[in-house]
């Protein structure tokens, strides 16, 4: 019986003799990394979020009804102004044609009965002559000679699709209003094609825009909004090429914000400027950063450093005895990681970090 009470007691009085010498044993020294202080530089950026776009857009339609029956351009072809891109030509049916051929008929005969006046051959061209003079009846066998040459160049037109008048070229091929990359092409050969009028935009061909001086369009939260202006420099990133920075400048800052996830951002525009040989395609995601603000050659710490008592921001140093001591100091720009410290420290300084923070 009393050996099983010396077995109960036992552990009970190891585990309070082991209580006491934690107790009364003396702290251990914590540990200190040294970091030592330097000069260097600190900026601050504001960040826009966006895609990359060609500075304008051209969607193509034609001004004549139609199908398809060329196509002369390719994806992402650079076209200039005037050059060919499609050619619609209208539906020609058995009616149009003949409808076509009896107006040629008739201007023809037009232009016969109006010769016949003009050289007086019957009774009513010899009175007309002789009232109207003969300036008069030339004029009226020009009219007619212009409706039978226009007859026959709509006729022309009709079957070969081309015809020249007076030098001009008239055709149906619809093409580029301005330079720029095809950036889209929807037209395939035989597609029915609505014309643009005033009562609609029509069919839609293709889309041409100029990739060769691209634009980011984004927005920018109103905090960084304000620190923005017009001509700043600034590098754009691209999602699909991470490694490639472009540079950039500021085109333009909304004076109008909109209300995104309850915070209010502001459109902002960037001119790009690629390297030559560069691919780029419209709609790649980017990300523009813009240098607000910049200092250099001032002393640069970590901000894990810093700790505030009533507002005084002071860190950890060696002091002159090597033992740890605050020192107060005045803060200046911080991009979140680095800060730079105005007054307080030197570069002969020590900061101490404890390894248990």
């Known amino acids: 019986m009393r050996s099983l009470v010396l077995l109960l007691i036992l552990p009970l009085v190891l585990l309070a003799a082991v209580g006491a010498w934690w107790a009364l044993a003396p702290a251990p020294e914590p540990s200190w990394r040294e970091l030592p202080v330097t000069r260097g530089e600190v900026s601050r950026d504001a960040v826009a979020v966006g895609r990359l776009e060609p500075i304008f857009e051209i969607p193509v339609t034609a001004t004549n009804g139609g199908v398809v029956t060329q196509v002369f351009v390719e994806l992402g072809q650079w076209v200039e102004v005037g050059d060919p891109l499609l050619e619609v030509r209208p539906v020609l049916t058995d009616r149009q044609r003949l409808s076509a051929e009896r107006q040629l008929a008739a201007a023809r005969e037009a232009e016969l009965a109006a010769e016949e006046l003009?050289?007086?051959?019957?009774?009513?061209?010899?009175?007309?002559?002789?009232?109207?003079?003969?300036?008069?009846?030339?004029?009226?066998?020009?009219?007619?000679?212009?409706?039978?040459?226009?007859?026959?160049?709509?006729?022309?037109?009709?079957?070969?699709g081309r015809v020249e008048v007076e030098g001009h070229v008239i055709d149906w091929v619809v093409r580029a209003q301005a330079a720029g990359h095809v950036l889209e092409l929807k037209a395939e050969l035989g597609m029915p094609v609505v014309p643009a009028s005033e009562f609609g935009a029509g069919t839609e061909?293709?889309?041409?825009?100029?990739?060769?001086?691209?634009?980011?369009?984004?927005?920018?939260?109103?905090?960084?909004?304000?620190?923005?202006?017009?001509?700043?420099?600034?590098?754009?990133?691209?999602?699909?090429?991470?490694?490639?920075?472009?540079?950039?400048?500021?085109?333009?800052?909304?004076?109008r914000g909109d209300r995104q996830d309850s915070t209010v951002v502001f459109p902002i525009e960037l001119q790009v400027q690629p390297p030559p040989g560069l691919v780029l395609r419209s709609g790649y995601s980017a990300v523009a950063r813009v240098r607000t603000q910049q200092v250099s050659g001032e002393i640069v710490i970590p901000e894990r450093l810093i700790r505030f008592v009533e507002g005084q921001a002071r860190v950890r140093v060696r002091g002159a005895d090597g033992a740890p001591s605050w020192r107060d100091i005045e803060l200046g720009l911080g991009d979140g990681l680095q800060i730079a410290v105005t007054s307080g420290l030197d570069t002969q300084d020590v900061l101490l970090e404890s390894a248990a923070d």
């Open 205 to 255: 061909l293709c889309v041409l825009g100029d990739l060769a001086h691209p634009v980011f369009r984004g927005t920018v939260d109103e905090l960084d909004a304000g620190r923005l202006r017009e001509g700043m420099a600034a590098r754009v990133t691209l999602g699909a090429l991470p490694e490639v920075e472009l540079p950039a400048q500021v085109l333009e800052i909304s004076l």
């Open 118 to 160: 003009r050289a007086g051959e019957n009774l009513m061209g010899g009175f007309m002559r002789m009232f109207q003079g003969d300036k008069s009846m030339e004029r009226l066998r020009e009219a007619a000679a212009r409706g039978r040459s226009s007859a026959e160049e709509q006729l022309q037109l009709l079957l070969d």
